[in-house]
């Protein structure tokens, strides 16, 4: 069955990087708004019997979540075998649980958004810590890449002497599997966070980390409010800082800020297209969404338009 790419506006460079090995064109797909905010979304390409990959990074997900189920109806109606969605950065995952009460546990009704608009899933480490997979809250195929091992890359490539620091208990996945594959020690800081935007953090072994530069690697930077404090301690122990993060998802000013804290460098991979992105993921999407369309419909083909 043919294939068919077509990324939100966006990712149109990070499309280049996974149509190639994906062996699928790149679409043209245009979205606007409407003086009033409304979206305009069209599909400019033939989809008719295609199997239509999505692609749309998840940074900001309440502006894009109408304009992506007006791009999968219209690839639909338009005679699209299935349509699926590459979100390198999915958005809402780290509310996964009712953390005070009449809370929407957004993780899970989000998944459930989603599943109705597609018939599967690529995406890269989705912030999963309560929910152990995305097999728990998605019906529909999903396919995670790990991006760890490219971090690791980076980092061996990149800094002398590193020492691979975790911001807190939720990074250690991350800060364990990237500090092996940089073949460098590595600690995860002891974290409070005592609201949206208060941090404090310190790291348990002060000795070990002399002569070091400290790299701070999490899956997002978003207030930086994590990266920051640690940025900011870690400078006070005299220790170079390099951040590095797989979604850089950088609310307004944080970017600037995590700088202005210090950080000598901040790199990030490209599932948010972004200034820090030096780390390409592309051929990774490429290759689980190839490996997933490969291994066939495991659902019936949808006919219905
Ligand atoms: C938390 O568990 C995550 O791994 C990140 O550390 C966190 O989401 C970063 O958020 P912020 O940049 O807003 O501190």
Redesign the pocket.
């Given at each position: 069955m043919k294939r068919l790419l077509l990324p939100f506006p966006a990712q149109a460079e990070l499309a280049r990087q996974v149509a190639g090995p994906l062996h699928a064109p790149v679409g043209e797909l245009t979205w606007r708004r409407f003086p009033d905010g409304e979206s305009l979304v069209s599909v400019d390409t033939a989809v008719a019997d295609a199997e239509v990959a999505i692609l749309a990074s998840l940074r900001d997900p309440d502006s894009l979540a109408v304009a992506l189920r007006l791009a999968s109806d219209t690839a639909r109606e338009l005679g699209a075998r299935r349509v699926g969605l590459i979100a390198p950065y999915l958005g809402y995952m780290?509310q996964d649980q009712r953390f005070a009460p009449g809370q929407a546990v957004s993780a899970r009704s989000f998944a459930r958004m989603l599943e109705q608009g597609f018939d599967w899933l690529v995406t890269a480490d989705p912030?999963l810590?309560r929910i152990g997979a995305l097999a728990e809250i998605f019906s529909i195929p999903t396919v995670t890449v790990a991006c760890a091992p490219l971090l690791g890359d980076w980092i061996a490539a990149h800094v002398p002497a590193p020492l691979v620091i975790g911001?807190?208990a939720?990074?250690a996945q991350w800060a364990a599997a990237i500090a092996a594959r940089a073949g460098a020690p590595w600690q995860v800081l002891r974290k409070v966070r005592r609201g949206d935007r208060e941090?404090e953090v310190s790291i348990p072994d002060v000795a070990a980390a002399q002569g070091r530069t400290a790299v701070i690697v999490?899956?997002?930077?978003?207030?930086?409010?994590?990266?920051i404090a640690a940025t900011a301690h870690l400078r006070r122990l005299g220790l170079p800082v390099v951040c590095v993060a797989i979604h850089a998802v950088f609310a307004a000013g944080?970017y600037e800020d995590l700088l202005a804290a210090g950080a000598q460098r901040i790199v990030s991979t490209d599932a948010i297209a972004h200034p820090s992105n030096a780390i390409g993921i592309g051929a990774l999407l490429a290759q689980a969404t190839a490996e997933l369309l490969d291994a066939g419909p495991p659902t019936p083909i949808r006919t219905d338009t």
């Open positions: 780290r912030h810590h911001p807190d939720e990074s941090v999490d899956d997002i930077i978003s207030t930086g409010r994590t990266a944080a």
